[in-house]
């Protein structure tokens, strides 16, 4: 069946956030009085949100409150920088235009809280895509768990066999396998190397081969 419904994550898939997200990280390890992790490192831990971010950056020695703390200064510092740096993935702006002019339902769906991606979305001028974007604190749950795509899919009047997760990582892969819908990957992502288990449905180096994929579909 055609696809109506494709949604996309955020980090690493739409927005090249590397560097922003870095620099919030080291800011708050400073704050802590610890120094500063290798980008690539930091990389490595995006995915599963702010909290999860901060507590593997600081490391099995920081309890509850300072985590809490520190992710309260964390967010604090990154939303004042998120466009600092951030930009679209090449191919993506002119991917998204060719869903669009072809009719297909587009949202964005991340684990980053609502208010940032939003922000970040309308800053990159493709907000007008979307008919929603969903954070991690837009709904009870976040990713891996398929509320979020069960919502959207409700929202656009979809259904499984309509609608596709785009995104760059296991947490994504899982996210559609628990909701039961099609996944494709991108390879150019924050962590390729969780794509070799759970695998996508289709692994791809650009996000135009993801829409000629989606067009292609009878």
């Known amino acids: 069946m055609s696809i109506q419904l494709v949604i996309f994550d955020l980090d690493g898939t739409l927005i090249d956030s590397r ?18 992790l290798d980008n690539a490192r930091v990389y490595s831990y995006v995915g599963n949100g702010a909290p999860e971010l901060i507590r593997r950056s600081l490391g099995n020695a920081a309890g509850d409150a300072e985590i ?15 466009l600092d740096s951030t930009t679209l993935f090449p191919g993506v702006k002119e991917s ?37 974007v969903y954070g991690g604190d837009s709904l009870e749950t976040r990713k891996p ?7 959207l899919m409700k929202e656009a009047g979809s259904t499984r066999a309509t609608t596709v997760m785009v995104g760059d990582s296991s947490v994504d892969v899982v996210t559609a396998r628990n909701a039961g819908i099609a996944c494709c990957a991108v390879t150019y992502g924050f962590q390729p190397e969780t794509l070799a288990d759970p695998a996508p449905d289709l692994l791809v180096d650009h996000m135009e081969q993801v829409v000629e994929w989606i067009l292609s579909r009878p």
Do not use: Q
């Not at 809490?68 to 998120?82: C, D, P, W």
């Not at 768990?145 to 919502?151: E, F, I, L, R, T």
């Open 19 to 36: 560097l922003d997200l870095a620099n919030a990280v080291n800011a708050t390890r400073a704050n802590v009085g610890l120094g500063p």
């Open 68 to 82: 809490s703390s520190a992710t309260k200064f964390f967010l604090a510092y990154y939303r004042a920088h998120v």
């Open 96 to 132: 998204l235009e060719r869903l669009h002019h072809a009719g297909k339902r587009m949202a964005v769906l991340t684990n980053k809280p609502e208010g940032m991606s939003r922000a970040i979305v309308e800053g990159l001028g493709t907000f007008g895509y979307f008919f929603r």
């Open 145 to 151: 768990d398929p509320m979020g795509v069960a919502a």
